[in-house]
Protein backbone atom coordinates (compact mmCIF):
# COMPACT_ATOMS: atom_id res chain seq x y z
CA UNK A 1 0.00 0.00 0.00
CA UNK A 2 2.14 2.84 1.00
CA UNK A 3 4.86 1.64 -2.04
CA UNK A 4 1.97 2.96 -4.55
CA UNK A 5 1.01 5.61 -2.68
CA UNK A 6 4.37 7.23 -2.40
CA UNK A 7 5.42 6.53 -5.89
CA UNK A 8 2.15 8.41 -7.27
CA UNK A 9 3.04 11.16 -4.53
CA UNK A 10 6.62 11.47 -5.89
CA UNK A 11 5.08 11.54 -9.31
CA UNK A 12 2.61 14.31 -8.55
CA UNK A 13 5.06 16.23 -6.48
CA UNK A 14 7.32 16.33 -9.68
CA UNK A 15 4.40 17.18 -11.44
CA UNK A 16 3.75 20.37 -9.30
CA UNK A 17 7.56 21.20 -9.64
CA UNK A 18 7.33 21.29 -13.31
CA UNK A 19 4.39 23.17 -13.72
CA UNK A 20 6.10 25.74 -10.96
CA UNK A 21 9.13 25.95 -13.53
CA UNK A 22 7.17 26.66 -16.67
CA UNK A 23 5.32 29.69 -14.24
CA UNK A 24 8.46 30.84 -13.88
CA UNK A 25 9.73 30.42 -17.55
CA UNK A 26 6.57 31.79 -18.60
CA UNK A 27 5.52 28.66 -20.55
CA UNK A 28 2.81 28.37 -23.37
CA UNK A 29 -0.84 28.87 -21.34
CA UNK A 30 -1.85 26.24 -23.20
CA UNK A 31 1.35 23.76 -22.21
CA UNK A 32 0.55 24.90 -18.61
CA UNK A 33 -2.93 24.34 -18.34
CA UNK A 34 -2.43 21.04 -20.00
CA UNK A 35 -0.17 20.05 -17.32
CA UNK A 36 -2.00 21.11 -14.46
CA UNK A 37 -4.71 18.72 -15.57
CA UNK A 38 -2.48 16.24 -16.09
CA UNK A 39 -1.37 16.84 -11.86
CA UNK A 40 -4.94 16.81 -11.18
CA UNK A 41 -5.73 13.43 -12.58
CA UNK A 42 -2.90 12.22 -10.47
CA UNK A 43 -4.15 13.62 -7.77
CA UNK A 44 -7.62 11.79 -8.20
CA UNK A 45 -6.13 8.54 -9.08
CA UNK A 46 -3.88 9.12 -6.05
CA UNK A 47 -7.23 9.95 -3.89
CA UNK A 48 -9.26 6.81 -5.24
CA UNK A 49 -6.00 4.23 -4.83
CA UNK A 50 -5.10 5.37 -1.09
CA UNK A 51 -9.33 5.10 -0.38
CA UNK A 52 -9.23 1.75 -1.65
CA UNK A 53 -6.46 0.58 0.42
CA UNK A 54 -7.53 1.61 3.56
CA UNK A 55 -10.82 0.39 3.12
CA UNK A 56 -9.50 -3.31 2.31
CA UNK A 57 -7.30 -3.30 4.96
CA UNK A 58 -10.26 -1.82 7.46
CA UNK A 59 -12.36 -4.73 6.53
CA UNK A 60 -9.11 -6.43 7.08
CA UNK A 61 -8.46 -5.60 10.37
CA UNK A 62 -12.44 -5.95 11.23
CA UNK A 63 -15.08 -7.82 9.21
CA UNK A 64 -17.62 -5.41 11.56
CA UNK A 65 -16.36 -2.30 10.39
CA UNK A 66 -18.42 -1.60 7.96
CA UNK A 67 -19.85 1.63 9.46
CA UNK A 68 -16.49 2.95 9.25
CA UNK A 69 -16.16 2.09 5.89
CA UNK A 70 -19.28 3.63 5.31
CA UNK A 71 -18.35 6.88 6.01
CA UNK A 72 -15.14 7.21 4.65
CA UNK A 73 -17.29 5.85 1.15
CA UNK A 74 -19.36 9.63 1.93
CA UNK A 75 -15.78 11.29 2.34
CA UNK A 76 -14.70 9.96 -1.21
CA UNK A 77 -17.93 10.65 -2.49
CA UNK A 78 -18.21 14.05 -1.72
CA UNK A 79 -14.50 14.73 -3.45
CA UNK A 80 -16.08 12.88 -6.50
CA UNK A 81 -18.19 15.51 -7.22
Do not use: C, W
Amino acid sequence: MHTEITSRLNRAEGQFKGIQKMIAEERDFKDIVEQISALKGSVDRLMYSAAADLLKSQVKKSPSALKKIEGYLDIITQYGK
